[in-house]
């Protein structure tokens, strides 16, 4: 059994940012006259990299204090050798899972394709005796998420009224470059709304986009707005 040292330097995401996130979300909802609260929320570009090199760890809020995504970064030692370890778990107050199947050590977080309804297929909350984390990559061939390239993560935590799924994107180096990898962005949606994988970034953006990441967010819950109109719209004519 592989143990893992406890030793992790955080990255935190600067309060002042949130704040700007959100200002910007309450101006756009304004100006669709507050319609209806968008079904999709959406990060905004994050691009926050784990080194291949650095025993590193990022946290993510989701809508409340309490419930977060944790991303980690390992490299040690093990049996004289490097060890690298990607790992991924999330956190919710009243209750959390990540798709992906158990393993003897941690259990393995599921590779997604974009366009993959995140609600369908296993989830698992991961091993109590290994924080419940999950592996994306790790030395010795372990994971879904070896491979260098863009890839998501399917996830639910559970709100108030509900279960809310979402995804995260990450961009991985590889295997044969220590399993660093890049947190790009993620989205959740409202309680009892299902959601995609990929679904709430902003038509015609990705994320090599030159855009700032107010301007996504605003541009993105923009157009969630003129969806959720023309959804009223339309199932008022069928009335």
């Known amino acids: 059994m592989k143990t893992l040292p406890a030793e992790r330097r955080a990255l935190p995401i600067r309060k002042s940012r949130w704040a700007a996130y959100a ?16 079904a999709i929320h959406y990060s905004g570009p994050l691009h926050v990299k784990l080194s291949g090199s650095k025993n590193v760890h990022a946290t993510f809020q989701l809508d409340r204090p309490g419930d977060s995504l944790f991303f980690e970064h390992l490299n040690t030692l093990f049996h004289d050798s490097n060890y690298d370890f990607a790992g991924f778990k999330v956190i919710g107050r009243n209750g959390a899972s990540f798709r992906g199947s158990p393993s003897i050590d941690f259990a393995e977080v599921s590779h997604l394709k974009k366009g993959a309804l995140v609600s369908q297929g296993q989830f698992t909350t991961g091993l109590a005796s290994k924080e419940n984390f ?4 790790a030395t010795y061939a372990n994971g879904y998420f070896l491979d260098p390239g863009v890839a998501y993560i399917g996830f639910f935590f559970q709100g108030n009224s509900g279960r809310q799924y979402g995804w995260a994107r990450v961009r991985m180096h590889g295997n044969t470059n220590g399993n660093g990898f890049e947190v790009i962005d993620y989205a959740y949606a409202d309680s009892g709304e299902p959601i995609k994988a990929g679904q709430g970034i902003p038509a015609g953006e990705d994320e090599t986009t030159s855009l700032g990441s107010l301007g996504l967010l605003a541009a993105g819950a923009a157009r969630i707005v003129g969806w959720r109109r023309r959804r009223i719209d339309a199932n008022a004519k069928a009335e």
């Open 23 to 38: 200002t910007a979300s309450a101006a756009t909802m304004l100006a669709g006259n507050q319609l209806v609260e968008a």
């Open 134 to 137: 999950g592996t994306l990559a």
